[in-house]
């Protein structure tokens, strides 16, 4: 399995390098990506593909289920370098429908570990549980809960210090939230973008 994997990477390297002469060394010295792409760890989601884009030109934080937790050391980390160093001016929080980590956060089983990294969607499950039982179908109410997340997401990131010191000093970074179709492999925005408006002046004093 490994052997396969490996020799499959020389192909792609070589084949590459025969299309782009120096393609490798170019993008060795710097990455200079657009945008950073928070979504979710499924593997049929990866961001590069989807969005059509190559190497070097996303920067990308995935994990199970796209949930941003206001104290995730590692996701910050990843904004905070996105947003200082590489100077990125558009952040993706991108969700996807057909969620495994949606639907584990709607049974009523235990998942170890994975139900406190899922808390966060519970709790919105349960603050949307009105507009939720509209929906009778089981697969379109979680659905609308991972569009849910999504946008929950957006606001989480914009609240981040990282966020709000930046629009502080006037940088124009914008966080977009999307989701993507497994079955017709599109994304949709679900237009709850937000910009520099959403510096908060009163919570930074
Ligand atoms: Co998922």
Same mark, same amino acid.
């Given at each position: 399995?490994?052997? %396969?994997?490996?020799?499959?990477?020389?192909?792609?390297?070589?084949? $590459?390098?025969?299309?782009?002469?120096?393609?490798?060394?170019? !993008?060795?010295?710097?990455?200079?990506?657009?945008?950073?792409?928070?979504?979710?760890? %499924?593997?049929?989601?990866?961001?590069?593909?989807?969005?059509?884009? %190559?190497?070097?030109?996303?920067?990308?934080? $995935?994990?199970?289920?796209?949930?941003?937790?206001?104290?995730?050391?590692?996701?910050?980390?990843?904004?905070?370098?996105?947003? %200082?160093?590489? $100077?990125? $001016?558009?952040?993706?929080?991108?969700?996807?429908?057909?969620?495994?980590?949606?639907?584990?956060?709607?049974?009523? !089983?235990?998942?170890?570990?994975?139900?406190?990294? =899922?808390?966060?969607?519970?709790?919105?499950?349960?603050?949307?549980?009105?507009?939720?039982?509209?929906?009778?179908?089981?697969?379109? *109410? *979680?659905?609308?809960?991972?569009?849910?997340?999504?946008?929950?997401?957006?606001?989480?990131?914009?609240?981040?210090?990282?966020?709000?010191?930046?629009?502080?000093?006037?940088?124009?970074?914008?966080?977009?939230?999307?989701?993507?179709? =497994?079955?017709?492999?599109?994304?949709?925005?679900?237009?709850?973008?937000?910009?520099?408006?959403?510096?908060?002046?009163?919570?930074?004093?």
């Amino acid at each position: 399995m490994l052997n %396969d994997l490996l020799d499959r990477n020389a192909t792609w390297s070589d084949q $590459r390098n025969r299309d782009e002469p120096g393609y490798f060394a170019r !993008l060795a010295t710097r990455q200079t990506p657009e945008f950073f792409w928070i979504g979710c760890s %499924d593997s049929r989601v990866p961001a590069n593909v989807v969005a059509g884009l %190559d190497p070097g030109e996303v920067f990308v934080h $995935r994990n199970v289920a796209n949930v941003i937790h206001s104290s995730d050391m590692n996701m910050l980390s990843a904004l905070e370098f996105a947003v %200082d160093a590489l $100077r990125i $001016r558009e952040i993706i929080v991108c969700g996807h429908y057909g969620c495994g980590g949606v639907k584990a956060a709607t049974e009523d !089983l235990p998942h170890g570990l994975a139900d406190h990294w =899922l808390e966060p969607i519970r709790r919105l499950a349960r603050a949307y549980a009105i507009d939720l039982a509209q929906i009778d179908d089981q697969e379109a *109410r *979680r659905d609308r809960l991972a569009e849910l997340n999504v946008v929950e997401g957006v606001r989480r990131v914009a609240e981040t210090p990282i966020l709000q010191r930046a629009w502080k000093n006037r940088v124009s970074i914008r966080v977009h939230g999307l989701i993507y179709g =497994l079955k017709d492999g599109r994304l949709r925005d679900l237009d709850c973008t937000v910009g520099p408006g959403h510096f908060n002046a009163e919570a930074a004093q």
